[in-house]
């Protein structure tokens, strides 16, 4: 066990699944997987472990920003082995040609800052995907013609953010969505030599201010889940 994991090293999955919000990790647990236990209720932050179409799983809540996700990212990597981590999370559309419910598979993560800034000092780290996991997760998409783009993200690390200036300069260089973690995942994932991929979900847009209600959110996600399931195991 560690500070902000309960599980016992056996209960974590080589390969784990990460939304922000514990309960829609409980969700997709309980939607998706089976034989399904509760590893992780620490501070409330729900994490499961079950088995989809065979293979074994672990879906844990990571919180909202990069410093909560790099707690359990770190904890996951170095006390229980985790080898591919996966986000499944929202993102705020900020292309006209993007539409709500619509997946993004971030190939790079721009950021002002993020919990690993310090380690890099002057340097500006270009945070990117695994590529044996983004292609796969491309070919899955495109054979389901399911509505995917793939480019960058901006990885935020507040969610009121008051620097229109900057939102415009992302758009105006093509950044696809705003999230608030992959950026550390992706820089974790090369700290440790891991596999990391954030698929992402256009929950709400920047620039139509459309949003999707709460009630239609879980259904618009199950096709992330999937396909980040599918990713996994292929």
Not at 68 to 74: E, G, H, K, R, W
Not at 191 to 214: F, M, N, Q, V
Not at 218 to 226: D, L
């Amino acid at each position: 066990m560690t500070i902000h994991i309960g599980a016992l090293p056996e209960d974590i999955s080589e390969t784990v699944l990460l939304p922000g919000d514990p309960f829609r990790a409980k969700w997709a647990a309980n939607t998706f997987l089976e034989n399904t236990k509760l590893v992780n209720d620490v501070r409330g932050m729900l994490g499961y472990t079950g088995f989809w179409k065979g293979n074994r799983v672990t879906i844990q809540g990571s919180g909202m920003g990069m410093p909560s996700l790099s707690i359990y990212v770190n904890e996951l990597i170095k006390n229980y082995n985790a080898q591919t981590l996966i986000r499944i999370g929202s993102a705020g559309a900020m292309q006209k040609h993007i539409n709500l419910r619509d997946m993004i598979l971030a190939v790079t993560a721009s950021t002002v800052s993020n919990p690993s800034r310090t380690i890099f000092r002057d340097l500006n780290f270009a945070p990117i995907a695994t590529w044996d996991l983004l292609n796969k997760a491309a070919k899955i998409s495109a054979e389901r013609n399911f509505p995917t783009h793939i480019g960058g993200v901006y990885s935020s690390d507040v969610f009121y953010d008051e620097r229109e200036d900057l939102t415009e300069q992302m758009i105006r260089h093509g950044i696809l969505a705003v999230e608030m973690e992959t950026a550390e995942l992706y820089t974790l994932g090369a700290r440790y030599g891991r596999k990391t991929l954030a698929i992402l979900t256009a929950s709400d847009h920047l620039i139509t201010k459309e949003e999707l209600p709460a009630s239609e959110r879980e259904k618009s996600f199950g096709e992330m889940v999937k396909l980040a399931l599918d990713t996994a195991f292929s």
